[in-house]
């Protein structure tokens, strides 16, 4: 079965960094394009980032654009969403999510697993 597990939350200072990781499973992870979403406290899901499935292109919500950075490593099955000068309201509860299909735009995308979620928080 699709097992999606997040790792690397925690506490960060407003402008520092956190990376992200997804371990993927029970799927051809390199067929799908994936995502990255969050819900803050009291708030719906936002979807943060997606990527393609080989990798060639990216997409942002404007608000985390030059600051958050997704990749992914196809031979290890694995999402990653590097973030940078984190600001308190990117505090919430960070999900990896898998795209029905290989590619996907802002408008365009198909989630259809998600995993349990990591917390971080911006707190000084």
């Known amino acids: 079965q699709v097992q999606l597990v997040e790792s690397g939350g925690g506490l960060a200072h407003p402008g520092g960094s956190l990376r992200l990781s997804c371990a993927a499973s029970g799927f051809t992870f390199s067929s799908f394009a994936m995502s990255w979403a969050r819900q803050a406290p009291g708030k719906g899901f936002e979807w943060v980032a997606g990527i393609w499935r080989d990798g060639s292109n990216t997409y942002y919500i404007d608000s985390v654009k030059g600051r958050f950075s997704i990749s992914r490593d196809n031979t290890k099955n694995a999402l990653y969403l590097q973030m940078t000068n984190l600001k308190p309201e990117d505090t919430g509860r960070y999900f990896c999510?898998?795209?029905?299909?290989?590619?996907?735009?802002?408008?365009?995308?198909?989630?259809?697993?998600w995993g349990a979620g990591i917390q971080v928080t911006v707190s000084s």
């Open positions: 999510v898998k795209d029905k299909a290989g590619i996907l735009t802002p408008s365009t995308y198909v989630h259809d697993y």
